[in-house]
Nanobody
Framework: QVQLVESGGGLVQPGGSLRLSCAPS????????MGWYRQAPGKQRELVAV???????NYADSVKGRFTITRDNAKNTVALQMNSLKPADTAVYYC???????????WGQGTQVTVSS
């Protein structure tokens, strides 16, 4: 079974940047949609950004203008460039992938992003 491997999380000061990456653990056929959700302490898991194989994107209002999601269809990887980070962005970020429009969602294990002075 293909697993999603996340990297790039860490501790950053407010206003800083991080880049998250997610890749299948082995070669895979094309993934329809990939993206990121996050869960902050005491809050529900929420969509951050998703992108389809055709390049269509959706962003949470709270990250528009600061975060950019991209993907490499040849490698089935997805990245999230996070700029102008705020303490409110602190959360565990989870990679999500779905291989078909009506297929199941698959999740990475999560990577911690902490924005703090």
């Amino acid at each position: 079974q293909v697993q999603l491997v996340e990297s790039g999380g860490g501790l950053v000061q407010p206003g800083g940047s991080l880049r998250l990456s997610c890749a299948p653990s082995r070669n895979s056929f094309n993934i329809y949609v990939m993206g990121w959700y996050r869960q902050a302490p005491g809050k529900q898991r929420e969509l951050v950004a998703v992108i389809t194989s055709g390049g269509n994107t959706n962003y949470a209002d709270s990250v528009k203008g600061r975060f950019t999601i991209t993907r490499d269809n040849a490698k089935n990887t997805v990245a999230l460039q996070m700029n102008s980070l705020k303490p409110a962005d602190t959360a565990v970020y989870y990679c999500i992938a779905r291989w078909a429009v009506t297929g199941n969602n698959y999740w990475g294990q999560g990577t911690q992003v902490t924005v703090s002075s």
